[in-house]
């Protein structure tokens, strides 16, 4: 059992930076591959990113690479989201999730099914 809490949210500019951080519990974080996802008002749930156990792997959405970076320390049981050049369309609460699935390359990251654990989630409001 893992329980996941996100912070970083807030209101920025377009244009703007923010990190997004992801506080594991439980048992320890490095046990699972870890990802981001998002929900804006009226839309599904939309993946944004993923990491492996270990960090040596990860995968994003095509439409946010190169803006989204994911990124891990185990040690601090953290995951984290920077996120660059936001746009007024990246608002939405940002997810971290937490999967038992154990092979990284038989895994489909941006199927949020897959994910056993979620956080509360945080609002990242972005003003044009």
């Known amino acids: 059992q893992v329980q996941l809490v996100e912070s970083g949210g807030g209101l920025v500019q377009a244009g703007g930076s923010l990190r997004l951080s992801c506080a594991a519990s439980?048992?320890?974080?490095?046990?699972?591959?870890m990802g981001w996802f998002r929900q804006a008002p009226g839309k599904e749930r939309e993946f944004v990113a993923a990491?492996?156990?270990?960090?040596?792997?990860?995968n994003y959405a095509d439409s946010l690479k190169g803006r989204f970076t994911i990124s891990r320390d185990n040690a601090k049981n953290m995951v984290y989201l920077q996120m660059n050049s936001l746009k007024p369309e990246d608002t939405a609460v940002y997810y971290c999730?937490?999967?038992?699935?154990?092979?990284?390359?038989?895994?489909?990251?941006?199927?949020?099914?897959?994910?056993?654990?979620w956080g509360q989630g945080t609002q990242v409001t972005v003003s044009s």
């Open positions: 999730a937490a999967t038992l699935v154990s092979s990284w390359y038989s895994w489909t990251p941006a199927k949020d099914r897959t994910y056993d654990y």
């Open positions: 439980g048992r320890t974080s490095g046990t699972y591959h």
């Open positions: 990491i492996s156990r270990t960090g040596s792997s990860t």
